[in-house]
């Protein structure tokens, strides 16, 4: 329980069906991680006061977990991931390493079963396992970001918001009197980094005395434009302004912290190779058809893949804008999500 909408009506949906729910909120980090912001552990402090205040109201035991080392993987994966000249998708990791791992291991501890969130997708139980389905409404879909779970996690766990609109949901809490819930601003940063991810990244390397990530900014032909602050300020295809001249980002060195710029923006391209590769249910036979999107707001298009040694090579009907290395590419059948893997 996050002391918000979601959560919320994810308990009196769950309540509505006939299950006895035990209330969870996670204690993902303090102040000190974000650089002493204690306007934000203030704000944290809020969000376990309004997840208790409504577990009372709705009779419901609630506990707090702590889980800042296990969140602590999360925070990592991320500025690893950026000062390698990366883009990752911190949520995607968080849910599988982080959340589902804290999940299933407070209710394994509690002696419960079932797990439940407010995230807005559907499981179908296909007989043969747990499948993953988007939500009804593709507006607040949240499947992409689930694509790292598997049958372990995915067994066990309700979404009861799958069939419904967020004006549904908002409309169900404000109607039990919880105006003080519904009222909220939806987040959309990243948890861990109120303040911006650069301010997040600079902090973590200033409290832990990584060396400076500065470096050059530098045309294909090697020639120096300018300096830059680290190249976690900048993702493929990021466009910038020097000697006024329009560039784009076209490749950040890991080794040598050097940004690398075009004077062309990027133009698509008919595949995309990838790792990590996560399924699941089978694995996708070689040649395979479904459809993959790269970002969660897209509509997926019709590609297939072809197994390398280390991932896979995505192939598209039609040349796609590729996202940046790091990402993930998320595939799907129709409404189920069949797995995924990151951009190489």
Request: net charge neutral.
């Amino acid at each position: 329980m996050s002391g918000g909408v979601d959560s919320t009506a994810a308990v009196v949906l769950l309540q509505k069906q006939g299950y006895e729910v035990v209330g969870v909120t996670f204690d993902f980090f303090d102040h000190t991680d974000l650089g002493n912001n204690f306007k934000f552990e203030l704000a944290k402090n809020r969000v376990i006061d309004d997840a208790k205040r409504v577990a009372i109201e709705l009779g419901i035991k609630h506990y707090v977990y702590n889980a800042r080392k296990l969140f602590s993987k999360t925070s990592q994966y991320f500025i690893s991931e950026y000062c390698s000249g990366k883009t990752p998708n911190p949520c995607a990791f968080c849910n599988k390493n982080v959340k589902w791992r804290a999940l299933l291991s407070c209710a394994d501890e509690l002696g419960i079963e079932l797990v439940a969130t407010g995230h807005y997708a559907n499981i179908i139980d296909s007989g043969s396992g747990a499948q993953l389905h988007t939500a009804n409404f593709r507006a607040k879909d949240q499947t992409f970001f689930l694509w790292r779970l598997t049958q372990k996690e995915l067994s066990r766990t309700i979404f009861p918001l799958g069939a419904y609109q967020k004006s549904e949901i908002k409309q169900l809490v404000t109607g039990l009197g919880f105006d003080f819930i519904a009222q909220k601003r939806e987040s959309y940063n990243l948890c861990f980094a109120p303040e911006g991810y650069s301010t997040f990244i600079e902090h973590f390397n200033l409290k832990n005395n990584t060396p400076a990530l500065h470096g050059t900014i530098c045309n294909e032909a090697g020639e120096v434009l300018g300096t830059h602050a680290g190249i976690y300020n900048y993702t493929y295809g990021t466009k910038l302004k020097l000697h006024d001249k329009t560039w784009y980002v076209k490749q950040l060195g890991k080794t040598n912290q050097q940004v690398i710029v075009t004077d062309k923006p990027p133009e698509p391209q008919p595949e995309v190779w990838v790792e990590q590769l996560n399924f699941i249910g089978e694995n996708l036979p070689e040649a395979a058809a479904f459809e993959a999107k790269m970002h969660y707001t897209e509509i997926p298009v019709p590609a297939r893949i072809y197994y390398t040694e280390t991932g896979a090579r995505i192939v598209f009907s039609k040349p796609v804008i590729l996202s940046a290395p790091g990402q993930s590419v998320v595939f799907y059948k129709g409404t189920k999500l069949i797995g995924g893997g990151i951009i190489i």
